[in-house]
């Protein structure tokens, strides 16, 4: 017989087992290509469901196609460590063309405000270009522009970063805002006294 404190112990480990082998859920990212056809998005989100996967985010960029003409989508997902691979395998069987696969660790989150012409200087291209040079994915993104597009407009963008990476990220935001001209609003930060 076991003692209380053991039976407590059990059940504790029972409840944070996740999968047959004990483990968590972790972040992934999947860089995909796809042809520009009516369905292919959705064929590609089935077989991580099917699988366990749970969806974070995804970034597609209709308007920016590969070398090849198709359209590169970054999808960032959540899964047990053992699940992963069995993703990737059943993107690949369903014909989709996984260019780059792995795992993502981001630690941090951060928000921040992008506002000025927003539209006018590509908010696509400001987008991938800070997740394709930083140790960051956009997680959420909210875009405001009530004179319409024409005129300033604000984005409120929620980041994932890798721990330890947020200066590193926000450096590279403030170069492409700077560039673009347009204003950064960053999260405030504690001061020592």
């Not at 059990?10 to 056809?37: F, K, Y």
């Not at 003409?69 to 993703?87: K, N």
């Not at 522009?145 to 994932?160: F, M, N």
Request: glycine share 8%; proline share 5%; net charge negative.
């Amino acid at each position: 017989m076991s003692s209380d404190g053991e039976a407590e112990s059990v059940e504790a480990e029972e409840e944070v087992a996740e999968t047959d082998g004990g483990e968590h859920p972790q972040a992934h990212t999947v860089r995909l290509e796809l042809v520009d056809e009516p369905g292919q998005l959705l064929a590609a989100l089935q077989p991580i469901s099917e699988n366990g996967g749970n969806l974070l985010s995804i970034f597609h960029e209709r308007g920016n196609l590969t070398p090849r003409g198709h359209i590169p989508v970054e999808v960032d997902l959540e899964c047990p460590p053992d699940r992963f691979e069995t993703i990737v395998e059943a993107l690949r069987d369903n014909g989709v063309n996984v260019i780059q696969a792995g795992a993502e660790r981001y630690g941090e989150e951060l928000t921040i405000l992008l506002v000025g012409h927003l539209i006018d200087t590509d908010l696509s291209d400001t987008l991938r270009r800070v997740q394709g040079h930083t140790d960051a994915t956009v997680t959420d993104l909210s875009l405001s522009a009530p004179e319409g597009t024409d005129d300033v407009s604000s984005a409120r963008l929620r980041l994932a970063t890798r721990a330890g990476k947020t200066d590193e990220v926000l450096e590279a935001i403030r170069e492409v805002a700077g560039e673009k001209e347009l204003d950064v609003v960053e999260p405030l930060t504690e001061v020592s006294a």
